[in-house]
């Protein structure tokens, strides 16, 4: 057959996610082109010469860019086997349904992608785990088109994305990954890792960024791994995302972190305000994250924490505070704008739906939207979210440092509070972090630029 596997988006990596089934699928015998929306165009021409196209929905950003593409997809290729797949598909089954998607599959998909287009009998039951193998990158885009590491001394890393466990064993509440593993990871397995980062460092990558859902879910797996490329390529540096209360309970595995390369952690603090921590059921509180902050930077790793400003529990005044936390704890060269205007996204099957009350606060789910849409008891904070969110997109085009686009964001907070912002001084921004070239980020809205750019093309 021939196989089409389109990735709307991907945070700027080279899609595991294409890569993966790309090797399951030419190991029997199946054509497989790929597409790259995010370097690339959907091949609209040539549609029509697929039997089965597949799309992967890994993210928010990527399945908002999918559905705005689909109906045209579906009346270019009529032929075509349409499948969506990946963690955003269960939840938006009704709304890819109405748009023309024959089979939606999660993120554990390949058995079930196998036996959508082969014999049954020749596959695993699709209730078996999924046997992993090397991914097959042929025909994506040269590693050095993707999002960059970008050094402090101003050097520029090709990146390497590798992925070494899927899901994740908390049950944080906002979180998309919960209902559908719901407190579960599974390893994959090492010498699959180290193979792919063996084959991307070949094509040049000097730096891995984990994608893991959080890397020390299984500290002896991943330290097993961390151990092997050290081994071979003593001088290739990591990144990976760990959550605060790892750091904090693996405090001791820092300097060997740090030791094996590790230039960065991203860690999903999301807030400073310790109620909010509790609904989301963070398993931390803000005096951990000052913490982690410490830990990390003692151990010469720099923490990178990501976070959910908005929240129907959202003050103006607590806004500011998070504002004025980062201030404080130097964390403003470390953050990346976006994340200090992210809106709590409640996607179908939310385990915030399950806080009482929660569900009367917010609308019926929109299929536009993808989530179920909330409004703020106080006007004020969603007039802040909104001016917030242009600042950072404005900044983000006109190319406006951290510091200048934060202290834009500082200016809004206090002018919503009727106050006087107080200056912000050079040396309150912190250390200059290492950090990825892409500024978006997955639980983000797409801009209309995204949008258009994934819609056009030959
Ligand atoms: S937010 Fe992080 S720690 Fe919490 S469930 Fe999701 S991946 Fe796991």
Redesign the pocket.
């Known amino acids: 057959m021939q196989i089409l596997l389109v990735s709307p988006y991907e945070l700027g990596r080279q899609p595991f996610s294409l890569a993966h089934p790309a090797a399951l699928l030419r190991s029997r015998g199946h054509g497989v082109v790929l597409a790259d929306l995010t370097l690339g165009s959907m091949p609209w021409e040539t549609l029509v010469q697929f039997d089965v196209i597949g799309i992967v929905l890994g993210m928010h950003t990527a399945t908002r860019i999918a559905t705005s593409l689909l109906p045209r997809i579906r009346a270019t290729a009529p032929q075509a086997k349409l499948v969506c797949y990946g963690l955003y598909g269960p939840p938006n089954t009704d709304t890819l349904r109405r748009l023309g998607v024959d089979h939606v599959l999660g993120p554990e998909f390949e058995n079930e992608l196998l036996r959508l287009l082969s014999n049954p009998e020749t596959v695993a039951d699709t209730a078996s785990r999924v046997r992993f193998v090397v991914p097959d990158r042929i025909g994506l885009p040269a590693l050095s088109r993707y999002a960059h590491l970008i050094v402090p001394d101003g050097e520029r890393k090709t990146v390497g994305f590798v992925e070494a466990s899927r899901g ?5 509440r ?5 209902p559908v593993y719901e407190g579960r990871f599974r390893a994959i397995p090492p010498e699959v890792v180290i193979a792919d980062a063996a084959q991307q460092i070949a094509q040049g990558a000097t730096h891995l960024s984990f994608g893991d ?2 890397f020390l ?1 299984g500290p002896t797996h991943a330290l097993r791994i961390l151990e092997a490329v050290q081994e071979n390529w003593p001088t290739v540096t990591f990144d990976a ?1 760990v ?1 605060i209360s790892h750091i904090l309970a693996h405090k001791d595995l820092m300097p060997r972190l740090s030791k094996y390369g590790c230039l960065f952690l991203t860690s ?1 603090a999301e807030s400073f305000d310790d109620t909010v921590l509790g609904l989301l059921d ?2 931390h509180t803000a005096q951990d994250i000052a913490w982690a902050v410490r830990i990390t930077r003692a151990s010469g790793i720099a923490l990178t924490p990501t976070f959910v400003p908005f929240t129907p529990w959202t003050t103006l005044e607590t806004y500011l505070e998070l504002l004025t936390q980062v201030r404080d704890l130097a964390l403003i060269n470390s953050v990346t704008p976006i994340q200090l205007v992210i809106r709590l996204l409640v996607p179908e099957g939310s385990y915030l739906l399950r806080i009482p009350g929660f569900r009367e606060r917010v609308g019926g789910f929109s299929g536009e939207m993808l989530g179920y849409p909330w409004t703020h008891a106080d006007p004020r904070v969603d007039a802040l979210q909104t001016l917030a969110q242009r600042w950072v997109e404005k900044s983000e085009t006109e190319g406006r440092g951290r510091l200048e686009t934060f202290n834009g964001l500082w200016s809004l907070a206090h002018e919503a509070l009727g106050r006087k912002a107080p200056t912000l001084k050079h040396e309150q921004a912190g250390p200059a972090s290492p950090h990825l070239s892409e500024p978006w980020y997955c639980c983000a809205e797409p801009t209309a630029a995204q949008l258009a750019d994934c819609a056009v093309g030959g």
């Open positions: 994740c064993k908390y049950l944080c906002h979180c998309p990954i919960v859902p959080d879910n995302t959550k999903a963070k398993g």
